[in-house]
């Protein structure tokens, strides 16, 4: 009766529609407390670890994927590519324990779970506060980061390759730009669309594809209590969750509806 699970079903649904338009997602079942609290508490943590992976994402691994495309065929393109394949598919929970364990618990060098450290003292500056946090960010960064670059390598790749023979890129050449001006200025702004399209598929997996690496680093974020929901079946958790994912697969949709305008002139003109 508490959570209104007596009613029948279009009642329960109306009555969580209803709260939806007010921004109340109702209890959590584990917690007693709004899932919306719960959520907003949460996100700082994800959106910590989510942006950092998307800024070392498209920008290392763009780099790295018109490295390969200028120098194709080459050693090195071939060892990038193998590296890449590698990365594509090694799974993120798995690459994640063995560095908790390696990094974190044999070699002692960063720690192997949480945000931060509990024996800190309260009295330390923020300075120190702040390198408390990136240690811990470092392991999880680079385990999500590792996957993720690995896919935007092999599409900028792809997507350079193609541009690299088109006739304006010989005209470019032919007027006696240099090639650094060739390729960054005129082939890589028009490689770049495929990855912006990545880019927003990327978006939701500031939630989605974090679960399990959260779980196995304890950092308390949006992954970490979804995967808490699952194992506790706290419903309403689970479906705040899964309206802030549709949230960003929306989101991340219009972002790249916009940058293909701001790129390409013929689409604001469409």
């Known amino acids: 009766a508490r959570y209104g699970l007596d009613q029948p079903v279009t009642t329960q649904f109306a009555a969580f529609l209803g709260g939806l338009l007010k921004g109340d997602l109702g209890v959590s079942i584990e917690y007693g407390r709004p899932v919306s609290a719960l959520l907003i508490e949460r996100l700082p ?3 910590l670890l989510g942006g950092s992976v998307l800024l070392l994402n498209f920008t290392v691994g763009l780099w790295l994927g018109v490295r390969q495309a200028v120098r194709r065929g080459r050693a090195e393109d071939r060892w990038l590519t ?3 394949l590698v990365g594509y598919a090694t799974p993120s929970f798995w690459l994640g324990l063995v560095l908790a364990w390696f990094v974190g618990i044999k070699l002692r060098l960063l720690p192997a779970a949480g945000m931060q450290d509990p024996l800190l003292s309260f009295d330390s500056s923020f300075a120190v506060r702040v390198g408390d946090v990136l240690r811990h960010l470092v392991l999880p960064v680079l385990t999500l980061s590792i996957v993720s670059i690995a896919a ?10 193609e541009i ?7 005209t470019a050449r032919a007027k006696g730009l240099t090639e650094r001006e060739v390729i960054w200025r005129h082939g890589w702004r028009n490689a770049l669309f495929p990855v912006i399209t990545l880019f927003g598929l990327w978006l939701p997996i500031l939630v989605t594809g974090s679960v399990f690496v959260e779980a196995v680093f304890a950092w308390p ?5 979804a995967a808490a929901a699952v194992w506790g079946r706290d419903y309403p958790v689970l479906m705040g969750a899964s309206m802030l994912v549709a949230t960003l697969v929306v989101a991340g949709g219009f972002i790249t509806e ?7 002139p013929r689409v604001r003109l469409a």
């Open 45 to 47: 943590a994800t959106l």
């Open 221 to 225: 974020g949006l992954g970490s209590l």
């Open 82 to 84: 193998a590296v890449s």
């Open 258 to 264: 916009v940058a293909y305008a701001l790129l390409d």
């Open 164 to 170: 690299l023979t088109l006739p304006f890129m010989i």
């Open 152 to 161: 935007t390598m092999r599409y900028q790749r792809t997507a350079m390759l």
